[in-house]
């Protein structure tokens, strides 16, 4: 008996089941089809696993395997002569818009002065238009009054001359027995009538040529304000072309560079 109640406890105790082990046969999780387990071990993931004694491993961020920073370049790559070449094609980008910088601003102010000289330009081109067609009005009249007098004296000595003829009261023996009267009475109705056409006629004369000389100044006026014009154009595209040409020359450095 003792022998059979031996083998009998050796036998319940050679089947005795851990606990670990009864909860995994009774986990029905873990007692499905291969696949299935797969499945659910798939979708657990890394951040934590089952051992053998029944415990859950949660991965934590001691254990969880430290990754490259995007931001950071190694030792080894930041020595390379590939990066050396690209930090000095960076550093000559920089330089080139630098440059680029002061020569747009030097650009600014210098359209700027040619703009304001422009401007004055035509207010004062428009000034002179304006005074040159005054003046031409004024010649226009002065030239119609110019003629209108020259023709007046013609008119005006018909007159005299008719005039002693009809005369009333006067007989004609008077005239013939004192032609001294009449002699002396003519130079007094010509000098009344003649000094002033002609007083009149110089005066037209010499403002005609005093407007005669204005115009011409105010046309040379006008033309040394246009040769001023486009001489500031033209200094204005030279200026382009050479900032273009530092331009040009820097690219075609760059690109021989690269190659």
């Known amino acids: 008996q003792y022998l059979r109640n031996k083998g009998v406890g050796e036998g319940s105790s050679g089947r005795e089941v851990s606990p ?6 009774e986990d029905p999780g873990l007692t499905k089809s291969p696949a299935s387990a797969d499945d659910h071990i798939g979708r657990l993931g890394s951040s934590r696993s089952v051992t053998s004694l029944g415990h859950t491993l949660v991965e934590s961020a001691l254990t969880r395997p430290s990754l490259p920073s995007p931001h950071r370049t190694s030792p080894r790559f930041s020595d390379s002569p590939e990066q050396k070449g690209w930090q000095a094609q960076v550093t ?5 818009w630098q440059a680029a910088e002061v020569e747009r601003d030097r650009l600014t102010e210098f359209v700027t002065v040619l703009q304001k000289r ?3 330009s035509n207010s004062k081109l428009l000034e002179s238009e304006r005074k040159l067609q005054e003046e031409r009005h004024r010649t226009v009249v002065l030239e119609q009054h110019l ?16 005039a002693p003829r009809t005369k009333a009261g006067l007989p004609t023996s008077n005239t013939r027995q004192n032609p001294t009267g009449s002699e002396k009475k003519d130079p007094p109705f010509a000098q009344l009538s003649d000094v002033p056409v002609e007083s ?17 100044m105010l046309k040379a006026a006008l033309g040394s304000a246009l040769r001023g014009k486009e001489e500031d154009f033209r200094m204005y595209h030279e200026i382009l072309g050479q900032v273009k040409s530092v331009f040009l020359q820097a690219l075609r450095q760059q690109k021989t560079d690269k190659q």
Do not use: C, D, H, W
Not at 92 to 96: R, S, V
């Open 20 to 25: 670990a082990y009864t909860q995994f046969l």
């Open 92 to 96: 000559e980008i920089k330089a080139l």
């Open 118 to 120: 422009v401007e004055e």
């Open 147 to 162: 003629e209108k007098i020259r023709l007046e004296p013609g008119k005006a000595s018909a007159s005299q001359r008719a």
């Open 200 to 216: 009149q006629m110089e005066e037209l004369t010499t403002r005609l040529a005093v407007q005669v000389e204005e115009n011409e």
